[in-house]
């Protein structure tokens, strides 16, 4: 009997130990169906992270992240010459006792840069939370810390004991959270086993800028962004054993501030398209010169980074209290590993009551955008002479076009149709996604109405987050003062546009139309001199789409 109560307890101990994990395998589900809107924000969410969920029941299998982790650990303490290398054949065994090459289960790495003099006492508890999060979805968090404030003609050992001294506190304070993290210098190429091994131990490195430079023998301090480029140069090859999925700044001032977002954050910011425009927008955004240029530099330190990047890296630039919140669905950083975008729609307009304020900028190097109106060829302005003169592919645009709609276009008729009257052209990526809006008069007469004539977006990336926003921000930003448009009664996109409407009416059974624009924030009180007649806009604008006709074969 004395044998048998042990064992007894100890099978008590594991059917516990199992039932807790399984809930938390469960809640950890729950809370990542909860987080995302849609089934392929969830799917792309598993098939990225899917390791985080994985059943770890057999310890000896290979095919689970942390059988893995460990396999390289041990090669190291053993000093494997290449410890982080292929799985060999004969390290894993099937049932069929034969040797199988298992792929390596990739690392996903966060990079963070945090000035710890620059977060509140009152963060930390949070931001320790948030680390623990990101690990429970797959991510390694590792951070680099900055101190670029300090004073370099100080003498090194003065500046070396505050770094070593602010380390220090740090890991002692994550620790109080239960957060491992292990203080480590800055790696090189023959060193980065001091940061691998943390990583597949599950704990947090915590980088300082202090380095060995070999061609002056001596230790120096370098600049958080000039690390984190080194490090990005380091990981890059790597990318059979670990991609780098996220770059987090963490600053006081948060986000880059947007003018027509009243100071507030840009809420994302596609690099390729958007950088110049917002670098001149900070000039004359009413801020004092030393804030413009802590935005200044963080733009450009991000554009600098995700380039050398050179993938899908995305870019935030937050608040240390926004990083310290704690859920998962306004937690801009967990929120984005789970869905990819930001907690609002950057295409929500900026001035409506019911578009939130945030601190927080998603950046990405994004995607290329062309916009073709009547400003690029003047008198000339047609569809046929944006075809003759080769600056748009018509058969990439048909096919986008079908695409799209999944239906044949009625090439001639459609293009007959609207060759002169085209008001503006855009085109996103490879054909990846395009707008076209035309000028239509109405038949009552008076002034003509910019009319969204066509929203395409390629099969292939419908649902990604981004792209839709992209496109419809141009739009409204090259017509701000009216837009009309209209979509089937049944079409599951509606939702999306009455968030971007300013109204919205059925004229008949099939169609509903939407508009928006500066005119529709005017009074529209009787007699006043800037009121509009909404009764009279509207039967004009249910005119202008009657007289419309299908530009899809059925």
Not at 75 to 80: I, P, T
Not at 419 to 426: E, G, K, P, Q
Not at 480 to 509: A, H, I, T
């Amino acid at each position: 009997m004395n044998h048998i109560r042990p064992l007894t307890s100890q099978f008590v101990s594991n059917l516990k130990t199992h039932r807790l994990e399984t809930d938390a395998k469960r809640n950890l589900i729950l809370s990542i169906l909860r987080s995302t809107t849609t089934k392929r924000e969830a799917r792309n969410y598993l098939n990225k992270y899917r390791y985080a969920l994985e059943d770890t029941s057999d310890p000896h299998s290979l095919r689970n992240r942390d059988s893995q982790s460990q396999l390289f650990v041990n090669r190291f303490l053993e000093g494997a010459a290449k410890p982080f290398g292929t799985i060999r054949s004969g390290e894993y065994i099937d049932d069929t006792d034969q040797p199988i090459v298992v792929e390596k289960i990739p690392l996903r790495i966060a990079l963070f840069r945090i000035n710890y003099s620059q977060v509140p006492e009152s963060c930390w508890k949070g931001i320790g939370e948030t680390f623990r999060r990101l690990q429970q979805f797959g991510v390694s968090p590792v951070v680099v810390l900055d101190f670029d404030h300090l004073v370099r003609e100080k003498l090194f050992k003065y500046n070396e004991q505050y770094i070593l001294s602010q380390a220090t506190k740090l890991v002692n304070r994550m620790a109080e959270l239960n957060v491992n993290c292990r203080w480590i210098q800055c790696p090189d190429d023959e060193s980065m086993s001091s940061l691998l091994v943390p990583l597949y131990q599950n704990a947090i490195p915590i980088v300082s800028p202090i380095f060995y430079n070999k061609s002056t023998s001596q230790m120096q301090i370098e600049s958080c962004v000039d690390v984190l480029q080194s490090m990005i140069s380091l990981l890059k090859p790597m990318n059979d054993l670990l991609s780098i999925e996220k770059l987090v700044f963490l600053d006081p001032q948060g986000g880059i501030p947007s003018i027509e977002r009243n100071q507030t954050s840009h809420v994302f910011i596609n690099l390729t398209q958007e950088l110049t425009e917002i670098q001149s927008e900070l000039y004359i955004g009413h801020l004092s010169p030393k804030v413009r240029d802590i935005h200044l530099r963080n733009l450009e330190a991000m554009n600098k980074l995700l380039k050398a990047a050179n993938g899908d890296t995305t870019g935030i630039i937050t608040t240390p209290e926004v990083m310290a919140v704690h859920d998962d669905t306004m937690n801009p950083i967990v929120y984005n590993v789970l869905t990819d975008r930001a907690v609002i729609s950057s295409s929500l307009p900026p001035n409506s009551l019911r578009t939130p304020e945030i601190s927080t900028s998603i950046l990405k190097r994004g995607v290329s955008v062309e916009i073709w109106d009547a400003s690029v060829l003047g008198r000339e302005f047609t569809l046929n002479e944006l075809f003759s003169k080769g600056l748009v592919d018509k058969q990439k645009l048909v096919d986008l076009l079908q695409d799209s709609f999944g239906k044949p276009l009625d090439i001639d008729n459609y293009f007959n149709r609207i060759d002169s009257s085209v008001a503006t052209l855009v085109i996103v990526g490879d054909y990846d996604g395009l707008a076209i809006i035309t000028w239509e008069t109405p038949a009552q007469g008076g002034k003509k109405v910019a009319y969204l004539d066509k929203f395409a977006i390629a099969k292939r990336n419908q649902g990604l987050p981004g792209l839709a926003d992209i496109i419809f921000k141009i739009i409204v930003q090259a017509h701000p003062e009216e837009l009309l448009w209209r979509s089937r009664q049944n079409n599951p996109v509606n939702k999306w546009y009455f968030e971007r409407c300013c109204g919205s009416v059925c004229p008949d059974d099939h169609w509903r139309l939407f508009f928006t624009g500066a005119i529709f924030g005017k009074k529209l009180r009787k007699n006043a001199a800037d009121s509009i007649d909404i009764g009279e806009k509207v039967r004009q604008y249910s005119g202008i789409c009657s007289a419309i006709k299908p530009s899809f074969l059925s």
